[in-house]
């Protein structure tokens, strides 16, 4: 792996039939980075996710992970869990008749056995170190999206994710939810965590991101440092 890199991917390959979803898709992340994946509907973009968290088995090319001789075997999402690779879906996916704590907790408990009081503790400590407006006993349901999309991130960070994939994240928040939502992910970054951002929004694209990679009919087309790149030249890369 390159020096700096989390996650690298190299000459991934999916095949459905008749279509060839990723051909020879190379993506690299690296530490403290928020690297945008961009392209049209259909370009291959919630496949290499799929790919990268085990939902499907890649058909050709190879996953190198930090921390990890070699290529690393992902076959299911609890597989990219244990090697640090975490998803924060556009639709929450946590349970909101459980408490703050509790989701944040949940899977890694052991029924009886739980100790309530450290389980707070914890929480608090770690809702707290990322500003995020909730107390760890609060039903998660009365929160706003935005908080629970905060909540779910900080699952992912409390559970060692190397690589957090953040997918259509602002699509439900109001404009101050998203500048919250932002200041979040800056944080995490200069804490050295690295963040995969798909969106469709370009002007929160130039505004978060600071590396970008188009993908186009299945191929990688293009990978540019934000700061080098406009939207015309984004806009051109993505239809062709």
């Known amino acids: 792996m390159q020096e700096k890199s989390v996650l690298e991917l190299r000459g991934i390959c999916k095949y459905f039939p008749g279509v060839k979803a990723l051909e020879n898709v190379d993506f690299t992340l690296r530490e403290g980075e928020i690297h945008a994946l961009m392209g049209e509907n259909g370009a291959g973009k919630s496949t290499l996710i799929k790919v990268l968290t085990g939902v499907y088995e890649k058909d050709g090319g190879e996953i190198f992970v930090k921390g990890h001789q070699g290529a690393v075997a992902i076959r299911s999402p609890q597989d990219a869990q244990n090697i640090g690779i975490s998803t924060v879906y556009q639709e929450i996916t946590l349970c ?3 408490t703050v704590a509790e989701n ?4 890694r408990t052991k029924g ?3 100790n309530w009081r450290k389980m707070n503790q914890g929480a608090a ?11 760890p006993t609060q039903q998660l349901g009365t929160c706003s999206i935005a908080v629970q999309q905060m909540v779910a991130i900080a699952r992912a960070v409390d559970m060692d994710c190397k690589g957090l994939i953040l997918d259509e994240p602002t699509s439900s ?14 944080m995490l970054r200069d804490q050295g965590i690295s963040l995969i951002y798909i969106s469709h929004k370009m002007d929160e694209i130039f505004e978060i ?20 790149t406009n ?4 806009i051109t890369a993505m239809v062709g």
């Open 231 to 234: 939207m015309g030249e984004l």
């Open 173 to 186: 928040l109001t404009v101050q939810e998203v500048d919250k939502l932002f200041e979040m992910m800056r």
């Open 209 to 228: 991101c600071d590396e970008i990679s188009v993908l186009r009919d299945g191929k990688l087309v293009m990978t540019k440092p934000a700061a080098e």
């Open 104 to 107: 944040m907790y949940i899977g």
């Open 96 to 98: 909101p008749n459980l």
């Open 125 to 135: 400590k770690l809702l707290h170190a990322l500003g995020i407006p909730a107390t």
């Open 112 to 114: 009886a056995m739980t």
